[in-house]
């Protein structure tokens, strides 16, 4: 059993969750992940290591409620127990050595963002960091951002809060104020990682994504988290979930998403169902 | 005591196939006593026991066999679980008529004698019986890991356990049993049956230390610094895919996926929460066990229409010619010399069938099969809204990337030195799946039993345990 030390909300559909599992919490690195099942029946979730500590063996995670999984999730409280706990899965994102970098964070996205961004800080790296959301009430971590950051900038799509705009907005303006990047990282939905690799590509900016196709087992035995890169089949959980953004087919990998839409309309309406029973 | 002298073996009761394509509960139902009596009447009791040279665990099978015939059934177990941890489950999967029952001199004229069936209802008579619970064993202070709970590793632990060791077998799924678990259907091998296997090593002592990924939580060297010796059987590995276009369309699975969703994670069931594609026409590509398992699974999700699609003909389908023969019982078509060269789809993205090309059998490779040639020209349509392959699998790199010095093959397979699993690491032993490439479960098994016995030579022959580990 794996108890929840906290639980905080940081936006209307948005938490971070603090899981005691000390073996776990001893190997995370940023960009790693774990898998997680709420309940003895639940689905196998992966969500991305925000934090980890290592004194109280404790590894939070930052998750959207998007779902029948995720809103099982968050029917947990502080002091009740996951059913599973799994990790660290993946490759952590490659740090060492960069001199100057541009994060970029999309919506829950950041939330994987922000350790990225931490680490390179504490390694001397100059961080350039753009958090997109999509308005105001949905912003997170900016007060974190702020303080690993050489450079922050805050971007909603309907002008709401920080500046209006994209992400790729504020990095093309970045780009031609003349800052020169040794990479460009970017987590967030799939269609933002596929416009900023368009972006760069164009910029000759090498450029890190993190994948997160739809997975089962994150150990490299199914086989569900396969995607296309520079023509060869990868697999995310083993292989990833960071990839070279120039060589991702991501118009396939945002296809593939949607594999499971009406089942997981049908599933969010009956869990829908039974939470409003249990209400009235 | 009357020999029965029948060409044939006694008919299996079975569930009837309309009526078992609509649920997931086991096919095959098992002998009676009557039934099992007098099949083990069949058996001659060879002196020279042909049979035993079939069996990879060299089951006394003569011996076991004579007490069904008496009627003695906890003797009968009792032989078995001497060369066998998990004879329920082997009963069930073992592929026989290439093993032990391919000796069997009975089957030189008519059919050789039910050994699997016979294996079966002995130790399905010993699950429902109330015998004693063994007594645990003495603890010997010494320490050993496990890394896997598919059924090679499960048999080490048990083996050792049985030794006095004090074992943890460190497993990445949430589920103990490998592909006992995630793999094979309920409605082969029930799952109860390998829960009660895994409950009985518990009771011996064995910790399962399951939601642990070794090569990521922990690695073969922490493990080495916490036990004496370390055995590795994490299976098979990633699935292989064929390389052609259109495999990474929606509604194309692996089989390992597609099964691990059904099985795992109950996607079978109505109110499970991990879905699963239930198409109307799929095609697996592949003609081995798992295959046939994939098909039968989507042919109880629905499916109208379910093919296996194979390169080679019926004779060389590598599968269990038992589940060949329930699939066709179930309607599933079987495709032979037939090769998929593109995976079609629609605008959407979602598959909408295979084009293949006809093959022809040329001359024999390698491995003395012959391989199939492609007749040009014979390019056609087949038309599928899932395709599952099932053509095999490549080695993990997980424990490879993070254990240095432990020697790999080409394939990524872990190298050992002899029979008994040593690799090139010290302490470090490997079998199963992960040292042959996808094989069977008794082999798994065979290989887990034969590094048991290398450790604890090793360890007896190492200094007296150490006062810290006890
Ligand atoms: C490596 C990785 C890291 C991730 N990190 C985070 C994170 O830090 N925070 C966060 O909020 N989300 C993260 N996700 C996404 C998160 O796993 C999904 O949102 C979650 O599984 C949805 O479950 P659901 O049942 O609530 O939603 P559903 O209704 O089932 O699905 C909603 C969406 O989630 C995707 N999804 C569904 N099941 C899975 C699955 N098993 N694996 C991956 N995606 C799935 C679907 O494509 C769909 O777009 C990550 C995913 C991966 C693969
Ligand atoms: C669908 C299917 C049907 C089959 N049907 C038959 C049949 O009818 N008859 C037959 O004899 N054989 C059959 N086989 C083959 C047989 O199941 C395997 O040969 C056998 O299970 C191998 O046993 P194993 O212990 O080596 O590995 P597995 O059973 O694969 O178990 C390995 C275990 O190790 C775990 N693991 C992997 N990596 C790690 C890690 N890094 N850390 C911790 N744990 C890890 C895995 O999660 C798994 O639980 C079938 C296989 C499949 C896939
Ligand atoms: S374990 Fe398998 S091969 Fe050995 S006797 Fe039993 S069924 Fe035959
Ligand atoms: S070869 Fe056949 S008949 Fe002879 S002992 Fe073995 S099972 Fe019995
Ligand atoms: S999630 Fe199964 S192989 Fe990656």
Known sequence: MYTIIA?????????????????VARKALPGQFVILRAMEHSERI????????????????????VGAGT???DSLKAGDSLHDFVGPLGMPTRTEGLQKVCVIGGGVGCASAYPV???LHEQGCQVHTIAGFRSREFVILEEEFSRVSDLLKVMTDDGSYGEHGMVTDALRALIEAGHRYDQVIAIGPLVMMKFVSLLTKEHGIKTVVSMNPIMVDGTGMCGGCRLTVGGQIKFACVDGPDFDGHQVDFDEVISRSRMYEEFEKREREENCRLFRQEVQ | MERNMSLHKVPM???DPQERIGNFQEVALGYTQEMAMQEAARCLSCRHRPCVEGCPVRIDIPGFISQIARGNMEEAY?????????PAVCGRVCPQESQCEQKCVRAVKGEAVAIGRLERYAADWYRH???????????????VAVVGAGPGGLTAAGELARMGYAVTVFEALHLPGGVLSYGIPEFRLPKDIVMDEVEALRRLGVEIRLNTVIGKTLTVDELLQRFEAVFIASGAGLPRFMGIPGETLKGVYSANEYLTRINLMKAYQEDASTPVMRGHHVAVVGGGNVAMDAARCARRLGAQEVSIVYRRSMKELPARQEEVHHAQEEGIIFRMLTNPVRVLGDDKGWVRGLECVRMTLGEPDATGRRRPVEQPGSNHELSA????????????????????GLETDRRGGIVVTGPEGLTSRDRVYAGGDVVTGSATVIQAMGAGKDAARAIDRMIRAGQAPDETMI
Do not use: F, W
């Open chain 1, 7 to 23: 639980k905080t909300p940081l936006s209307h559909n948005v938490s971070r969750m603090e899981i005691l599992a000390p073996p």
């Open chain 1, 46 to 65: 992966p969500l991305t290591v925000h934090d980890v500590n290592t004194q109280s063996g404790t590894v939070s995670m930052v998750y959207q409620v």
């Open chain 1, 71 to 73: 809103r099982e999730l």
């Open chain 1, 117 to 119: 961004a931490r680490s």
């Open chain 2, 13 to 15: 009761p079975s569930q």
């Open chain 2, 78 to 86: 009792l032989i078995l679980n001497r060369d066998s941890a998990l």
């Open chain 2, 129 to 143: 019986s109330a015998c004693e619970v063994p007594p645990r064993p003495q603890p010997n202070g010494h320490k």
């Open chain 2, 385 to 404: 809204d899932v395709v599952i392959i099932a053509i095999g699998t490549s080695s993990n790199p997980l424990i490879r990337l993070t254990t240095p």
